[in-house]
């Protein structure tokens, strides 16, 4: 964490800069080069999730599924959390090859190698593997701008079962975006970071994934950073 902390440092130190043109900071890798800083934020990531993990998932039970899709899956926290909660279910995780490969680590330390299946692919560009009952898309709505969402959220409504459910884990803002503050201090963090990404409201949310075709759309828990939860229900 304090590595992929010390690069976020590097972008906020731009932060006039990119306010004026509107431009994110160019990504330059740090003195220990550009995979040591992906390893460093997946880390990181989990060093933020496992502890709390069963609990947020926890808040979603008795959602019943057979079959979850992990988006952007990282080395497999989420994953483990929901086959804790479910030990009947299977699972796909997808995410950037570099990433699987940590995945397949840490599953595999976990001996839950034969219940995950990986699937490497961008989500930007690739189609999502078919065929789950329940999408999980944990902390990746904050890095895109709302098109971008829209997008993603079609792609999750094709991949899904006809009784499939999505579950967004983000930040969820009030109508006027700043509060949590929590929230209103990531959205700058996007700023700097990301070409279009942001911290959004339960209605922009409402809007963008009725949009993609889902309906009955229920923030089960709102939380005071990361960890609000949203639920939707393939249309």
């Known amino acids: 964490m304090v590595r992929h902390l010390a690069n976020c440092l590097g972008r906020w130190a731009q932060l006039a800069r990119i ?17 040591a800083d992906q390893a460093a934020f997946i880390g990181a990531m989990h060093n933020i999730s496992a502890p709390v993990a ?5 808040r979603l039970m008795p959602l019943k599924f057979s079959h979850l899709l992990d ?9 483990m959390a929901f086959l804790d909660a479910a030990p009947g279910a299977r699972a796909t995780l997808f995410d950037l090859p570099d990433v699987i490969k940590m995945a397949q680590k840490r599953l595999s330390d976990a001996a839950l190698g034969d219940k995950v299946t990986l699937v490497a692919g961008d989500f930007y560009t690739d189609e999502l593997p078919a065929g789950a009952d329940l999408a999980w898309l944990g902390a990746i709505c904050h890095q895109n701008s709302r098109q971008q969402n829209r997008e993603l959220f079609a792609k999750i409504h094709k991949s899904l079962t006809e009784d499939g459910f999505v579950v967004i884990r983000d930040v969820v803002m009030d109508p006027s975006h700043t509060c949590p503050q929590g929230g209103a201090l990531f959205a700058v963090n996007m700023l700097v970071a990301t070409e279009g990404g942001g911290t959004y409201t339960l209605d922009e949310y409402s809007e963008d994934l009725s949009e993609a075709g889902f309906d009955d759309v229920t923030l089960v828990h709102h939380d005071e950073f990361m960890n609000s939860l949203i ?3 393939k249309a």
Request: glycine letters at 18%; zero cysteines.
């Open 19 to 35: 306010t004026r043109s509107g431009e994110p900071t160019e990504r330059v890798a740090s003195i220990r080069g550009e995979a």
């Open 54 to 58: 069963a609990e947020v998932v926890g």
């Open 71 to 79: 988006i952007g899956g990282a080395s497999g926290t989420w994953t």
């Open 231 to 233: 639920r939707a229900r």
